[in-house]
């Protein structure tokens, strides 16, 4: 089952990530002034393991998460972190896409159970986004107002 085969992925990435956190303490990032907050940048050349473990968790995450929202939202550049938030036992951090994080709900708080990582967007990503959301949005508020192209060529 895909499932079962990405929770043993997950947790072979985890090993890896704790060995290279372990025998490489430069690929922190030190971008927070609290160390146990510093992001990690397990993607450097040479980590050939670590390179060959995330390419089959995303090949099998294809066969979950293609053409799904997931997939749609980290390719659109939506957003520098993504998260998932649920309550406990409705999803395994192993199911998630990699680079998600998650919060789970307890009580009136969340607990990270998976942190997420940093998804680089570049200024025009966002602004392409901005703009596919604006015009979404001017299609919609004519619709509504039963604008059609014919007129708003007749207010030219």
Do not use: C
């Amino acid at each position: 089952m895909t499932s079962d085969r990405l929770n043993i992925l997950h947790a072979r990435r985890e090993r890896i990530e704790e060995e290279l956190r372990l025998h490489y303490p430069s690929i922190t990032n030190g971008d927070s002034l609290f160390q146990e907050y510093h992001s990690v940048d397990f993607q450097r050349p040479g980590h050939e393991r670590y390179q060959r473990t995330l390419r089959d968790i995303q090949r099998l995450q294809g066969r979950l998460h293609a053409n799904t929202k997931f997939d749609r939202l980290v390719r659109w550049g939506a957003a520098n972190l993504f998260w998932v938030v649920a309550d406990p036992d409705i999803v395994a951090g192993h199911e998630l896409p990699v680079g998600w994080g998650l919060l789970l709900r307890q009580g009136d708080g969340l607990d990270v159970a998976t942190k997420p990582l940093m998804h680089e967007v570049s200024e025009s990503e966002r602004l392409a986004l901005f703009h596919w959301i604006a015009l979404a949005a001017s299609r919609a508020v004519n619709r509504e107002h039963g604008i059609d192209y014919e007129d708003l060529r007749q207010v030219e």
